[in-house]
């Protein structure tokens, strides 16, 4: 086993393997900690601890019982998809949670334009997009009115942030095995528009530039009986709080 995130938190007696590419297991402890393994690409099942309930992480007094869930073959795993994002066909980084466009300036309008590789979803004005597989579904899109789904659920949602239009859909879009899933434009140059992936600004997008959205790789994450349901609402994430 070995142990990332905040190793202050668990039980002294737990004992690591001698490093991570040796351990069997990965103890993810903070969301920031999960989010760091699917940008890494870990490989290595990971049992997720206060890292939020979309990927159904466990309470830090239950690590010692889920650990003997796991080393008694009472977990199942669940693969996770990792959001590879490009920018004019240039990569600017990975999600595991969610991909957002936002204007850089809260509650300044930009325009945007999605599509999938076989359907135009919309073309709207709105302060961003928000783009969330079923594990990040759970956290801000859900404060703009997405559904949560189960992470078992091979698809993501796409909300728009403040839209505009009073009567704008929110869109649910399947994910393909490992291929495209949505492109995105910013079609509107008055507002700067800036890029998120899970907890990072990666920086502007400039405007009628394709953002693509792909399915590149899947992050193996653990669920045992001391799981709780990815329905039950836990302590929100700093990224839940995004300004619209």
Same mark, same amino acid.
């Given at each position: 086993m070995w142990v990332v995130g905040d190793t202050t938190a &668990? *039980?002294?007696?737990? %004992?690591q393997a001698p490093d991570r590419e040796t351990a069997d297991i990965v103890v993810a402890v903070g969301e920031s900690a999960l989010l760091d393994l699917a940008r890494d690409?870990?490989?290595?099942?990971? +049992?997720?601890? $206060?890292a939020g309930s979309g990927v159904r992480s466990i309470p830090v007094d239950a690590v010692e019982s889920a650990l003997q869930s796991v080393r008694a073959e009472e977990s199942t795993t669940i693969e996770l998809p990792i959001l590879g994002v490009d920018?004019?066909? $240039? =990569? =600017?980084?990975w999600a595991l949670m969610d991909v957002? &466009?936002? @204007?850089? $300036?809260?509650?300044?309008?930009? %325009?945007?334009? +999605?599509?999938?590789? @076989?359907? %135009?979803?919309d073309a709207? =004005?709105?302060?961003?997009?928000?783009?969330?597989t079923a594990a990040g579904t759970s956290g801000y899109a859900s404060r703009l009115g997405a559904p949560v789904f189960a992470p078992e659920v091979e698809a993501a949602a796409v909300v728009p942030v403040a839209a505009f239009a009073t009567a704008l859909d929110h869109w649910v879009v399947t994910l393909p095995d490992s291929d495209l899933l949505v492109e995105a434009r910013v079609t509107r140059e $008055?507002?700067?528009?800036? &890029? &998120?992936?899970?907890? =990072?600004d990666t920086g502007t997008v400039p405007?009628?530039?394709?953002?693509?959205? @792909?399915?590149t790789e899947s992050l193996p994450v653990l669920?045992?009986?001391?799981? *709780?349901?990815?329905?039950?609402?836990s302590e929100r994430s700093p990224r839940d709080s995004r300004q619209q």
């Open positions: &668990l *039980p002294s007696k737990i %004992e690409g870990c490989s290595t099942p990971i +049992l997720p601890v $206060e920018v004019g066909g $240039e =990569r =600017r980084g957002m &466009l936002v @204007t850089s $300036e809260a509650a300044h309008i930009s %325009e945007f334009a +999605l599509e999938t590789p @076989t359907d %135009e979803i709207f =004005r709105a302060d961003g997009v928000v783009v969330a $008055e507002a700067a528009v800036s &890029l &998120l992936l899970d907890d =990072r405007p009628f530039t394709d953002v693509t959205v @792909t399915v669920t045992v009986p001391q799981s *709780p349901s990815c329905f039950q609402r």
